[in-house]
């Protein structure tokens, strides 16, 4: 008897999505800023003041406000064409109860073309967002980012002397 209400109870143990399907709005129109053409001024309205970000560049860690905002700056500067696709949106959950809490995580594909050089690129990537008050309050960028750069920067040219052309 016991075995058949646990398998009812797990059964019926539907969690509300409600939230979650409106954060996840909030963090689409968030990450489609960055796509072509980009929307800077959408990116800024969208961020809480007091944000908590795990920015994807190595040893750099959690970072505030302007920081986001350099970082949004800079990649929505310098590269063009830019994509998300493949994307796999997935509730998150409370890490103590396991309960759906209405942030977002999201896994996908950047792609685009480095102003600078012409390069194109293409990394995987995984975001997660929290939003408070329609804002993104915490949010986490996971992808090379560092490498993603060295990938697309312009080839150096080699300037030859008289001599060594010699």
């Known amino acids: 008897m016991t075995l058949a209400v646990m398998f009812v109870t797990s059964c019926s143990n539907k969690q509300d999505l409600a939230l979650f399907n409106t954060n996840k709005a909030i963090a689409q129109e968030f990450l489609s800023t960055y796509e072509?053409?980009?929307d800077f001024d959408l990116?800024?309205?969208?961020l809480d003041e007091n944000i908590e970000h795990q920015s994807p560049m190595c040893g750099v860690g959690v970072v505030g406000y302007d920081q986001v905002i350099e970082q949004g700056d800079f990649y929505m500067s310098n590269f063009s064409d830019v994509t998300f696709e493949k994307a796999i949106w997935l509730p998150g959950v409370n890490e103590e109860t396991l309960e759906v809490d209405g942030s977002v995580r999201v896994y996908g594909t950047w792609k685009g073309v480095s102003i600078a050089s012409g390069k194109s690129f293409s990394v995987d990537a995984y975001h997660y967002f929290l939003v408070k008050d329609g804002l993104?309050?915490?949010?986490?960028d996971f992808f090379d980012a560092t490498g993603m750069v060295m990938a697309v920067s312009p080839d150096e040219e080699v300037v030859m002397t008289e001599e060594e052309v010699d």
Do not use: D, E
Request: charged share 15%.
């Open 43 to 46: 990116f800024k309205s969208m």
């Open 36 to 38: 072509a053409p980009v």
């Open 136 to 140: 993104i309050s915490k949010s986490g």
